[in-house]
């Protein structure tokens, strides 16, 4: 079992002012991984305006240990990934992630991005150009958590109605109960629900069911 860098950078940057233990907790709270040391840092902004994201380092280095549980084999078959989840989640305005109000839905308004997806796509130089502005490594924190919103989905039972939140906060481990075509990605279902949910303010992931309603 892992949760890999894009979900741990967004926890971090959920909780950066309570710091890296307080990030953590929603880890902890899973119960199915132990952390043993956390390396590396959050939104680090590109060198130069030629600098590709793929040499930006920005997100957490995790090593960590299973609990003991085991995942289910699967039982059913998925349905594949949902292909409207990845839009609907792009689709959303800024001011669903967390950290961003009105002050700045106006300042990422006024640069052309209304969307996470808007947010998420913003080019290199423009992030650097951001970055030196006033209240810049802010701006390069909020393109951070955009980004670990987008990616594909996982296998979702079409007839699972659980919101995002609540898959969130459910036990990957024990999915016995869940919808017959989410358990064969059970981990991958939770752990793309708990990414978000460390991006996404808890009201918004409330309202947004997996199988794409």
């Known amino acids: 079992m892992t949760v890999g860098p894009a979900e741990l950078a967004a ?10 233990a307080g990030a953590l907790r929603a880890v902890d709270a899973a119960g199915a991984l132990t952390v043993e040391r956390v390396v590396g840092r959050i939104g680090s902004k590109p060198a130069s305006d030629t600098t590709p994201w793929e040499s930006v380092v920005w997100q957490a280095e995790i090593v960590m240990r299973p609990s003991g549980l085991v995942r289910e084999a699967p039982t059913a078959p998925g349905e594949g990934p949902e292909p409207g989840m990845a839009s609907v989640v792009a689709s959303l305005s800024v001011r669903a992630l967390r950290g961003v109000g009105e002050r700045w839905t106006t300042v ?9 997806g808007d947010l998420a796509s913003t080019s ?21 958590r955009a980004r670990t919103c987008v990616g594909a989905w996982p296998a979702v039972d079409p007839a699972d109605t659980r919101t995002l939140l609540a898959v969130s906060e459910s036990d990957p481990g024990d999915s ?38």
């Open 11 to 20: 926890l971090v940057a959920r909780e950066a002012d309570a710091g890296v």
């Open 108 to 116: 990422l308004t006024e640069r052309g991005v209304e969307t996470i």
């Open 124 to 144: 290199p130089a423009s992030v650097a150009a951001w970055s030196r502005t006033r209240d810049g490594g802010y701006a390069v924190q909020l393109v951070a």
């Open 176 to 213: 016995s109960g869940w919808p017959p075509g989410s358990r064969a990605d059970a981990l991958l279902l939770w752990s793309t629900c708990l990414r978000l949910r460390a991006a996404i303010d808890d009201s918004v992931l409330d309202r947004i069911r997996v199988n794409g309603t």
